[in-house]
């Protein structure tokens, strides 16, 4: 079984444009559908909008090609007036391709900012992306992570817990660290 990587994409972009995004995603049938189905049809929606060869069957091997994953799923999504937010989950990999893709809809539509945040469920990588009108980067970090704290080696609950609220908050700064890099390499390298 593969480990799922959860992966959360926020844009930035004006209301026409969002407005533009979101009604081609959250359609009607979406809208109207329990929410396995809500999912299904929602990510079906957006990689039929920014994949001209989406294919009408499953196929791993374009998935990993074109989404970075040999499955990704729209999971949840959050919009606001000129703020969507995605969620993502995935198999072993975070959906990097389809963070280009995401980005290269909205570079062609104008001013935007997208930031990415990964991890999966068992801590081997972590990851971060920014995108705006002058490209996409996307780091995944597999060796420079915290280690997981040993709950066996801390002689209380309460130091073991401490132990994990640091943990969480060096995975935080780690993706944050990949976002800014990302800015960086974005700015020098556009």
Request: proline letters at 3%; aromatic letters at 14%.
């Amino acid at each position: 079984m593969a480990n799922n990587v959860y992966t959360t994409m926020s844009i930035e972009s004006s209301k026409e444009v969002l407005k533009n995004f979101v009604d081609k995603i959250i359609t009607s049938e979406v809208e109207q559908s329990d929410w396995y189905e809500k999912s299904n049809i929602a990510g079906n929606n957006l990689y039929k909008l920014i994949y001209d060869n989406y294919p009408a069957e499953y196929s791993r091997d374009w998935n990993t090609e074109n989404l970075g994953a040999k499955w990704c799923f729209l999971h949840d999504w959050l919009i606001e007036d000129d703020v969507i937010e995605l969620t993502f989950e995935s198999a072993w990999y975070p959906p990097e391709e389809l963070f280009h893709e995401i980005a290269n809809w909205f570079i062609k539509r104008g001013e935007f900012e997208m930031e990415a945040r990964s991890e999966d469920e068992a801590y081997q990588n972590v990851s971060g992306g920014y995108a705006n009108q002058n490209g996409s980067e996307f780091i995944v970090e597999d060796m420079d992570i915290p280690e997981w704290p040993d709950e066996d080696k801390f002689e209380t609950t309460e130091l073991y817990d401490e132990a994990m609220e640091t943990f969480y908050d060096e995975i935080i700064e780690l993706k944050e660290n990949l976002i800014n890099e990302s800015k960086e390499d974005l700015s020098i390298y556009p």
